[in-house]
């Protein structure tokens, strides 16, 4: 049985930052397309950031410069590290992998919000 579990998400003020991780089980992130994305109240889903098997990363305009994906293949744990955050970072943050032949899988989120 797969399982993502998101943490790290809370309350930060403007210009704060926070760490997200994803324990994954059941699958082995380093061979995957793993991912975060996140959805804002009233918003359409966005992807965040992506890190591939062999390690190359992309990520949204929006968090460019700002947003850090990375993994631990040790700990098969995925991280978001979110610095200088914005009101407009609030959602929340879906941690997700992808291979071919594969189902995709999702975690159930963890809650970011950017307020002081």
């Known amino acids: 049985q797969v399982q993502l579990v998101e943490s790290g998400g809370g309350l930060v003020q403007p210009g704060g930052s926070l760490r997200l991780s994803c324990a994954a089980s059941?699958?082995?992130?380093?061979?995957?397309?793993m991912g975060w994305s996140r959805q804002a109240p009233g918003k359409l889903r966005e992807l965040v950031a992506t890190i591939t098997s062999s390690g190359r990363t992309v990520y949204a305009d929006s968090v460019t410069g700002r947003f850090t994906i990375s993994r631990d293949d040790a700990g098969n744990t995925l991280y978001l590290q979110m610095n200088s955050l914005k009101s407009q970072d609030t959602a929340v943050y879906y941690c997700h992998s992808r291979r071919m032949g594969d189902t995709n899988y999702w975690g159930r989120g963890t809650q970011v919000t950017v307020s002081s």
């Open positions: 059941g699958i082995i992130v380093r061979l995957y397309t």
